[in-house]
Antibody, heavy 119, light 109 residues
Framework: EVQLVESGGVVVQPGGSLTLSCAAS????????MHWVRQSPEKGLEWVSL????????YYADSVKGRFTISRDNSKKSLYLQMNSLRSEDTALYFC????????????WGQGTLVTVSS | EIVMTQSPATLSVSPGERVTLSCRAS??????LAWYRQKPGQAPRLLIY???TRATGIPARFSGSGSGTEFTLTISSLQSEDFAFYYC???????????FGGGTKVEIK
């Protein structure tokens, strides 16, 4: 059974930094592109970033480009999101998600970890 | 950025009814369109991709259609678990800039 478990969400001050983690199990992690997607009442669902199976390719939404960094450790079956220069509008529930290897559709999702940016 | 617009925002229906949800793209996305259902407190669940292909384990009462800029999700007979939010997502552009619609809430009438 595919499982994705996010962690690391906390309350952080504007301008602060945070790293989210996602632990994967139930599938061959290094076969798949992985994604971060966030959800807030204000913006709804918003794709944040993706990383290819070998970490050779990464892409970001314009709203986080230059501030967030996606990475992965295939030996640990883990996905990460380093978040810098956090803003109030980054407040959201952050999901990690897996596609099916042939298109950028989110076939599996974790339950999410909540990031709150507030002073 | 490709903007996805869903309508209506809210749909009030009775169990057993047939419902049709709409999703429009600001430019053509071919058939690169997915639908998700999200129940309160849960992550979204993939229903349809490729505009019309049901995901693994999704019952036949869900069907998708459309291409280009106009898409629909039809639920043939609404079950209790179908009262939820529904989102469309496009995955057509390159470099990838994946976008979701604002959602349709299907509520009990």
């Amino acid at each position: 059974e595919v499982q994705l478990v996010e962690s690391g969400g906390v309350v952080v001050q504007p301008g602060g930094s945070l790293t989210l983690s996602c632990a994967a199990s139930g599938f061959t992690f290094d076969d798949y592109t992985m994604h971060w997607v966030r959800q807030s009442p204000e913006k709804g669902l918003e794709w944040v970033s993706l990383i290819s199976w070998d970490a050779a390719n990464t892409y970001y939404a314009d709203s986080v480009k230059g501030r967030f960094t996606i990475s992965r450790d295939n030996s640990k079956k883990s996905l990460y999101l380093q978040m810098n220069s956090l803003r109030s509008e980054d407040t959201a529930l952050y999901f990690c998600a897996r596609d099916d290897g042939s298109n950028y559709v989110f076939h599996y999702w974790g339950q999410g970890t909540l990031v709150t940016v507030s002073s | 950025e490709i903007v996805m617009t869903q309508s209506p925002a809210t749909l009030s229906v009775s169990p057993g009814e047939r419902v049709t949800l709409s999703c429009r793209a600001s430019q053509s996305v071919s058939s690169d369109l997915a639908w998700y259902r999200q129940k309160p407190g849960q992550a979204p669940r993939l229903l349809i991709y490729g505009a019309s292909t049901r995901a693994t384990g999704i019952p036949a009462r869900f069907s998708g259609s459309g291409s280009g800029t106009e898409f629909t999700l039809t639920i043939s007979s609404l079950q209790s678990e179908d009262f939820a939010f529904y989102y469309c997502q496009q995955y057509n552009n390159w470099p990838p800039s994946l976008t979701f619609g604002g959602g349709t809430k299907v509520e009990i009438k």
